[in-house]
């Protein structure tokens, strides 16, 4: 089993920046892909990003690509994603994952998640 905590989250206005955290202990961090995903009220869980073990492979979604970052310090056992350019349409609870196997863009496919942080962007 892996532990997951996210962090980071709050309100910012359009344009804006945040950074997310997630904090990964329990297991071997470095030996998981890990992704970002993120719902909105009455909407379905939505990929985000996902980062491969080393972190030389990464996936975006269409919505966030150019916009915002996934990362890894395997060091420290922890994922990143930095936001840019938010805008209210990205308003969600973002939750972190890890996958035993491989990056993917499915929410199924991953095996630990955590219990998310609220971005909120006003307009």
């Known amino acids: 089993q892996v532990q997951l905590a996210e962090s980071g989250g709050g309100l910012v206005q359009a344009g804006g920046s945040l950074r997310l955290s997630c904090a990964a202990s329990?297991?071997?961090?470095?030996?998981?892909?890990m992704g970002w995903f993120r719902q909105a009220p009455g909407k379905e869980r939505e990929f985000i990003a996902a980062i491969s073990v080393s972190g030389g492979t990464t996936s975006y979604a269409d919505s966030v690509k150019g916009r915002f970052t996934i990362s890894r310090d395997n060091a420290k056992s922890t994922l990143y994603l930095q936001m840019n350019s938010l805008k209210p349409e990205d308003t969600a609870v973002y939750y972190c994952a890890a996958n035993r196997f491989r990056l993917s863009v499915t929410p199924v496919a991953y095996d630990y998640w955590g219990q998310g942080t609220q971005v909120t962007v006003s307009s």
């Open positions: 329990g297991r071997s961090f470095n030996t998981y892909a």
